[in-house]
Nanobody, 130 residues
Framework: QVQLVESGGGSVQAGGSLRLSCSAS????????MAWFRQAPGKEREGVAK???????TYAESVKGRFTISQDNTKNTAYLQMDSLDYEDTAMYYC????????????????????????WGQGTQVSVSS
């Protein structure tokens, strides 16, 4: 059972930056894709960024150019660098992993297929004040 632990959340003023980390208890054999999701009060959980083992990344339109996802496969850790934070970025941020495969090989599920992410962390709160 993969366990995910997020860290790095906190409170920041608009325009500021935070760096989130997500560490997985197990490595390459257990996941191919790591993603960040977020959920604001009263809103549905939404995908923010994802990265696969090859380093291919995908971002939600709302964070493109401001957020950067990266990973250190030697540490089974992914990072989310968040710059130019806005009040609308206030949310609980969750990391999740997927080990799904198809006939074509392993893949990173789309943000809309949250059920294909097998393991989830407990979340870390990000609060941005205007």
């Amino acid at each position: 059972q993969v366990q995910l632990v997020e860290s790095g959340g906190g409170s920041v003023q608009a325009g500021g930056s935070l760096r989130l980390s997500c560490s997985a208890s197990e490595g390459a054999a257990t996941y191919y894709c790591m993603a960040w999701f977020r959920q604001a009060p009263g809103k549905e959980r939404e995908g923010v960024a994802k990265i696969d083992r090859t380093g291919q990344t995908t971002y939600a339109e709302s964070v493109k150019g401001r957020f950067t996802i990266s990973q250190d496969n030697t540490k089974n850790t992914a990072y989310l660098q968040m710059d130019s934070l806005d009040y609308e970025d206030t949310a609980m941020y969750y990391c999740a992993t997927s080990a799904r495969t198809s006939l074509s090989g392993p893949y990173c599920p789309p943000f809309t297929s949250q059920g294909e992410f097998d393991h989830w962390g407990q979340g870390t709160q990000v609060s941005v004040s205007s």
